[in-house]
């Protein structure tokens, strides 16, 4: 008997192939087959939001393959990921290969080994439809709002704008942020340490904590120094010596959000590029004589449970590689959020005795990176709990009490393996010498020290990820897009790694809060998602959600067109003049952004492009910017910084001219050639052009701005956004290939679906 299996990509093809035998053919769709038109809205609202599907431009070629390779097969197997997107996918080919066909089963692979593929395949099912509706009503509600609301945009702020119903929201958030930053009002406080010293090492200190039984509040520099002086001659003296034992337990394992936020902490890699490393990671790497081999479980899960198996399996290496004291009495169970749709296990390697680093040779350095991060996280989950001593120490001077606190590890338990990264970093708890109470101490200096509260920081990639998903706005599959989309669009931007809108963005943002206060609201948005899932699970129709959507969003929009005015930022004032006709010159808004303009237009039509801010407003050139990184420089370990040169910014050492280590900046993307990073580069004359970070072991360069995006047609990695004259296009970096789509329409798009992902 004949068999054929449809996946999406070319990689699991390789990695399938040496599970199943000669009987079965396995082809790749590259992804999705069938979509909305890109030339309309492709939804008809009159007939209940019927949705009209085209095959994708570019996949004719595939979708022929595809038929005629089924027509000679006795079975056809559908295996997309599993995943609501991988069900619709499934179900368009199915529609083009005559869905009510009995001979089309869907299948899938959480992970593809060898036991998981054989019992994914001896255990088929059909197409889920209430999967299919999800998705489908996903992307429904995504065009209503990209080609619905995005063409308000054009005509009230400025041409090409986008809307999308979650990235909009994901913007407010980031435009919220830095209101609160902008509102807040530093307050000074001051502190005081005294360095002390015991009858045995080391010196410590210890802080100010209380001022006769009050907690220490300083508030001036005046109040500081009186006690500082108060302090004089004073003697001090062990009080209370507080010991705790504590337990710290194991992070479970990997889910989407954690994994992305884990990986820009430490790697300060993007949603987006931690995303296509574990795609790859899951799909399959060539591991020598062991062939191609799926590495992890499949990455776009909100779930931490684990398989039994893969508890055993990890607590047999646990022992074996730490002893018996490292492994727990029982597996560790841990609790999914409530609104976890549990579909798919935790991340985590598809065997713990794939050790990092005995395949290490076999994988590029930013997938070594994360496998064996996974790898780490999930084994550390499954070991014991780690037992701290920590000591807190009072210390007596008069009516003033400082405090010491320090923590020794008693048994590291799964910390041997793992410790989890946090946002702020941590500080190192110090050592503090034996003590007993009553014992004095020398006084070896007292310090004060003068602070001010700061602000709610910036989000990064980590902390926006997280935010998201503690707000319920997306899922798993999304948050990567809607990441890349705000940035995209020029909504939002990162300095250091922290996002701040754009005054684009601001103004769009307040623009859609006003006006659409519902679809900008986070709890609509959550429970959007929530009414998603229960479409899923069959409780809700999905014309009825989309419908009782689009009802008051129609009206809203509708009431907004006829009403709203132009909407742009306020001229800005400077005191600079106009040199031809001598009147006040302006920081005024245009569709590129700010410039500055004469007020006597139209009658004096001055203009001047607004190279910064500051300048315009003092008339004198701003130093350079200066952007510290997490980054160390490998020559002498001073923290690395992005720094503004005549061509571009690029990352040096800070111990320059002492040190004149430099790189280019990453654009996040992986080199198609070697896996590098991309990095954006200018010419002698200052012509953008986009580079691999391996040069000159890897030569690729190219004009054109690269898009982390694989070609739907031969499925190369990478695409790149080509705009001549003649033609904007999102096209295939290979020649050969000829794959092309129009990106005007794109920019209409409501991008933050995880179509795509």
């Known amino acids: 008997m004949k068999s054929l299996l449809i996946v999406e990509s070319p990689a699991k093809v390789k990695t399938l192939s040496k599970f199943l035998g000669n009987d079965f053919t396995i082809k790749a769709s590259i992804g999705h087959v069938k979509d909305l038109p890109k030339k309309d809205i492709g939804v008809d609202v009159e007939n209940n939001f019927t949705p009209t599907y085209v095959v994708i431009e570019g996949k004719e070629k595939v979708m022929k393959d595809l038929k005629k390779a089924a027509k000679a097969a006795d079975r056809v197997f559908l295996g997309p990921d599993p995943d609501r997107e991988g069900e619709a996918i499934a179900w368009h080919i199915a529609e083009e290969l005559n869905g009510d066909s009995d001979k089309l089963f869907r299948v899938e692979f959480n992970e593809i080994t060898e036991k998981a593929v054989t019992d994914a395949m001896n255990h088929p099912r059909k197409i889920n439809i209430n999967l299919v509706d999800a998705q489908q009503a996903r992307r429904v509600l995504d065009r209503l709002v990209g080609y619905k609301l995005s063409p308000l945009l054009w005509r009230k702020v400025r041409r090409g704008l986008s809307a999308g119903r979650v990235q909009s929201v994901a913007v407010r958030l980031v435009v919220d942020r830095e209101r609160e930053i902008e509102a807040f009002k530093s307050e000074e406080y001051w502190s005081i340490t005294s360095l002390l010293e015991a009858k045995e090492p080391p010196q410590f200190e210890a802080k100010l904590h209380q001022i006769s039984d009050r907690k220490a509040d300083i508030k001036n520099e005046e109040q500081a120094k009186t006690i500082v002086e108060d302090l004089t001659d004073k003697p001090f003296a062990v009080k209370k010596i507080e010991k705790k034992k504590r337990k710290r337990s194991p992070a479970p394992p990997f889910i989407t959000s954690t994994l992305q936020q884990d990986a820009a902490r430490k790697f300060r890699f993007t949603a987006k590029k931690t995303m296509m490393i574990a795609q790859r990671l899951y799909e399959g790497i060539e591991l020598g004589e062991e062939g191609p081999t799926g590495l992890i479980t499949y990455m776009r899960t909100d779930s931490v449970r684990t398989a039994t198996e893969a508890q055993n399996e990890a607590r047999d290496f646990i022992i074996k590689e730490y002893g018996k004291d490292y492994a727990p009495p029982k597996p560790p169970v ?367 360069a190219t004009w054109y701005k690269p898009v982390a995006k694989p070609c739907p047609k031969c499925g190369a990695p990478v695409l790149i956004e080509k705009k001549t004259k003649k033609e904007e296009v999102l096209a295939c970096l290979k020649k050969e290939c000829g794959f092309k789509e129009d990106l005007a329409p794109s920019s209409m798009e409501p991008a933050d679906t995880d179509q795509g992902e």
């Not at 990064?460 to 990567?480: D, H, M, N, W």
């Not at 996002?499 to 429970?527: H, I, Q």
């Not at 009403?563 to 010159?585: F, N, S």
């Not at 503004?644 to 050492?653: D, H, N, V």
């Open 334 to 700: 841990y609790k999914s959020k409530k609104s976890a749709q549990e579909a798919h296990e935790a991340i985590r390697p598809t065997s713990v005795f794939r050790r990092p680093g005995d395949i290490k040779k076999f994988l590029e350095p930013d997938q070594y990176k994360l496998y064996k991060l996974i790898w780490e996280r999930f084994v550390a989950s499954q070991m014991e709990a780690a037992l701290l001593d920590q000591t807190s120490i009072d210390i007596a001077a008069d009516k003033y009490i400082f405090r010491a606190s320090g923590t020794v590890v008693a048994f590291p338990g799964f910390m041997t393996l793992y410790t989890e990264s946090t946002d702020n970093g941590k500080e190192e708890e110090a050592r503090l010498p034996s003590l007993s109470e009553g014992e004095m101490l020398r006084v070896d200096g007292i310090t004060p020290k003068q602070h001010f509260t700061q602000p709610p920081p910036r989000y990064t990639e980590a902390t926006l990820v997280r935010e998201l998903e503690a707000k319920g706005i997306g899922r798993p599959s999304t948050y990567a897009a809607i990441l890349s989309t705000i940035q995209d669009r020029k909504y939002a931007e990162k300095n250091d790694g922290k996002f701040k809108p754009t005054e684009l963005g601001s103004v769009v943002s307040d623009l859609l809060v006003e006006r659409f206060s519902e679809l900008m609201d986070y709890n609509f948005t959550a429970n959007m998602e929530d009414h998603l899932d229960k479409i899923e699970e069959g409780g809700y129709k999905w014309v009825d959600v989309v419908m009782d959507f689009y009802k008051p969003f129609d009206k809203d929009l509708a009431e907004a067109m006829a009403t709203l005015g132009k909407v742009k930022p306020e001229d800005i004032p400077t005191d600079q003049t106009c040199e031809k006709c001598g009147k006040p010159m302006v920081i005024k808004w245009g569709r590129h952004g700010r410039f500055i303009a004469c007020t006597g237009y139209p009658e004096c039509k001055t203009t001047k492009p607004l190279e910064d801010h500051q300048s315009a407003v003092s008339g004198q050139q701003s130093a350079p910017e200066i952007q510290e990184t997490d980054e160390k420089c490998q020559k002498c370990g001073s923290p690395m910084v992005i720094r503004t040169g005549r061509y571009g910014k690029f990352i040096s050492c800070s111990k320059y001219p002492e040190c004149k280590t430099t790189k280019a900046l990453s654009i996040g993307i992986q080199c198609p050639d070697d896996g590098g990073d991309l990095v954006e580069r200018r010419t002698k004359k200052g012509k953008l052009f986009y580079s691999c970070g391996n040069y000159p072991n890897c030569k690729f």
